[in-house]
């Protein structure tokens, strides 16, 4: 298949590139590169030192022998060009990386939150627009999260998707099924709950082929693919706004900071390790819906934990210390999560559960990398509120704790 990867030079976006390109398919990457100009912006970088994409694209070459052609192009902002890449390329399949993904990141001040909307909704919209003007019938693979489900404790398993309700009419009760109610708790999360109701409109409304993937945390740092040479490595986000729960815990452990949990850690979350996402969105390709079909919607998923739990077991892991922090964020200090993966599964899934060694391999690569770390970097203090600004701790690792 020839499929365009948009956003292919992020975390999720660059080893599915690669593993797709193993596969033998036809590869190009297509991205505006705002997530470097993100990291330049908060005085930040990658753990792992990743070179340009073009560099990247000539070692995979290189190494693999195949090709993997990145364009340069803003989804958001340049919408005849994407129209006119379409038409020139002709994509059997889209996989829709491209959006501002971190809440924190979205919840910093009005001007990030006007920038995530601008960018996410601009970005899908565009596409969607532009696959029905050009007429190609490409099946679009779009990266939503769990996230955009809230995560108050409702009892019952999150279906995949869609929600089988009974409504009263006066001819008596009728069965539907809706898309299950998102309840975003964050600007970004807003972005893909919109997301969503652009993919139903235009699924009804012309046809387009489309696949919703509601991703869990993901976690790790290698695949298969990106462990073949030292400048194929893939990003890895550490700081306050970008990094993300488990892996924040493996670098804090890595360089003897203390593991920053927020508020009680009774929050559950959905995970899924890296290659396990590279590999779900390789079977959700080769299972698209039918023209006409309703979107497909996956949990992209393969457990479910709860922050402290995980801070535990890095601590007992690595000997660091956990810290319980007040929380800047607005969110249930306790949930819990059940959620259903059924489909991922039944196209032959194995999942890659959390154990030490793949824990051991990010905290090795954290060590090898530590040099690189800004440590006044590390704590969250994109606050949800200006009231819940006011309690925000900007030094968890303390004065004191530093100089001893
Ligand atoms: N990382 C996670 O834990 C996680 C979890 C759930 C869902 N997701 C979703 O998966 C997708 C990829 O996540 P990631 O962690 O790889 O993010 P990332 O920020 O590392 O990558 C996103 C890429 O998209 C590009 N991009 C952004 N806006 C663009 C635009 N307007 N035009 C062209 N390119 C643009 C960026 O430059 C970047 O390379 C996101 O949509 C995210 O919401 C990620």
């Given at each position: 298949m020839r499929i365009a990867v948009l956003g292919g030079d992020g975390f999720v976006g660059w080893p599915t590139s690669l593993h797709l390109s193993a596969a033998g398919h036809e590869v190009h990457i297509v991205d505006n590169l705002s997530r470097r100009w993100i990291d330049t912006e908060l005085g930040v970088q990658s753990l792992t030192p990743m070179d340009s994409i073009q560099e990247r694209c000539r070692i995979w070459k290189q190494e693999s022998g195949n090709s993997i052609q990145f364009h340069l192009l803003n989804l958001a902002r340049e919408y005849e060009r994407l129209k006119q890449w379409l038409l020139d390329h002709r994509p059997d399949a889209v996989i829709h990386f491209a959006e501002q993904r971190a809440a924190p990141y979205s919840m910093k001040t009005d001007r990030h939150k006007v920038y995530t909307v601008d960018n996410n909704v601009n970005a899908t919209h565009n596409l969607l627009a532009a696959l029905v003007e050009t007429g190609i019938d490409a099946h679009l693979v779009h990266l939503g999260t769990m996230g955009v489900y809230g995560y108050s404790s409702v009892g019952a398993p999150i279906p995949e998707g869609y929600l089988d309700v009974q409504i009263d009419t006066p001819a008596g009760p009728r069965d539907q099924q809706i898309l299950y109610p998102t309840r975003p708790g964050s600007v970004y999360h807003m972005t893909k709950s919109l997301d969503q109701i652009l993919f139903q409109f235009y699924a009804q409304n012309d046809g387009l082929r489309i696949t919703d993937l509601h991703q869990g945390i993901v976690w790790g740092t290698h695949t298969d693919q990106t462990r073949r040479h030292e400048q194929l490595i893939n990003r890895f986000d550490y700081d306050g706004d970008y990094g993300?729960?488990?892996?924040?815990?493996?670098?804090?452990?890595?360089?003897?900071?203390?593991?920053?949990?927020?508020?009680?850690?009774?929050?559950?979350?959905?995970?899924?390790?890296?290659?396990?996402?590279?590999?779900?969105?390789?079977?959700?390709?080769?299972?698209?819906?039918?023209?006409?079909?309703?979107?497909?919607?996956?949990?992209?998923?393969?457990?479910?934990?709860?922050?402290?739990?995980?801070?535990?077991?890095?601590?007992?892991?690595?000997?660091?210390?956990?810290?319980?922090?007040?929380?800047?964020?607005?969110?249930?200090?306790?949930?819990?999560?059940?959620?259903?993966?059924?489909?991922?599964?039944?196209?032959?899934?194995?999942?890659?559960?959390?154990h030490e060694g793949l824990l051991a391999e990010v905290v090795d690569v954290a060590r090898k990398y530590a040099h690189r770390i800004d440590r006044t970097r590390v704590p969250a203090v994109s606050a949800w509120t200006r009231d819940i600004a006011r309690r925000v701790d900007h030094d968890p690792e303390g004065r004191k704790l530093r100089a001893v």
């Open positions: 993300t729960v488990l892996n924040r815990f493996l670098i804090q452990a890595a360089i003897g900071y203390p593991l920053t949990v927020h508020g009680t850690g009774g929050q559950t979350r959905a995970f899924i390790h890296l290659q396990d996402s590279v590999r779900c969105i390789e079977l959700a390709l080769g299972d698209p819906p039918k023209a006409g079909e309703r979107v497909r919607i996956f949990n992209q998923m393969t457990e479910t934990h709860r922050v402290r739990d995980l801070a535990h077991l890095v601590a007992r892991m690595t000997g660091a210390q956990v810290k319980p922090l007040p929380n800047p964020r607005k969110e249930a200090d306790e949930n819990d999560l059940i959620v259903r993966n059924d489909q991922f599964l039944a196209l032959g899934l194995q999942p890659i559960t959390l």
